[in-house]
Nanobody, 124 residues
């Protein structure tokens, strides 16, 4: 069982930046692909970004390309999401997720473990 704990959410003005972190409890963290997803009130959960187990194979949703960067530090069992040029429509609860295997996939149903989420609010 992998436990994931997100942090770094908060309130920021449009155009600002935040960095989310997700710490994993499992020492085999480097064998998991990691993803970030988000869910706004009244909306379906949507894919944001994913990274393969080795740090390569990056994937992004079109809505965040060029603004968000996913990275991971396998020595620290942590995955990050750097969010720049934030927009009000980025406001949501952000979840990190882990899946056994190397591929960075976009479908949430393929992820095995989920964090509790962290709220991001972007004011206009």
């Amino acid at each position: 069982q992998v436990q994931l704990v997100e942090s770094g959410g908060g309130v920021v003005q449009a155009g600002g930046s935040l960095r989310l972190s997700c710490a994993a409890s499992d020492r085999t963290f480097s064998s998991y692909a990691m993803g970030w997803f988000r869910q706004a009130p009244g909306k379906e959960r949507e894919f944001v970004a994913a990274v393969g187990s080795s740090g390569g194979l990056l994937r992004y949703a079109d809505s965040v390309k060029g603004r968000f960067t996913i990275s991971r530090d396998n020595a620290k069992n942590t995955v990050y999401l750097q969010m720049n040029s934030l927009k009000p429509e980025d406001s949501a609860v952000y979840y990190c997720a882990a899946r056994a295997g190397s591929w960075a996939l976009t479908a949430g149903s393929l992820y095995d473990y989920w964090g509790q989420g962290t709220q991001v609010t972007v004011s206009s």
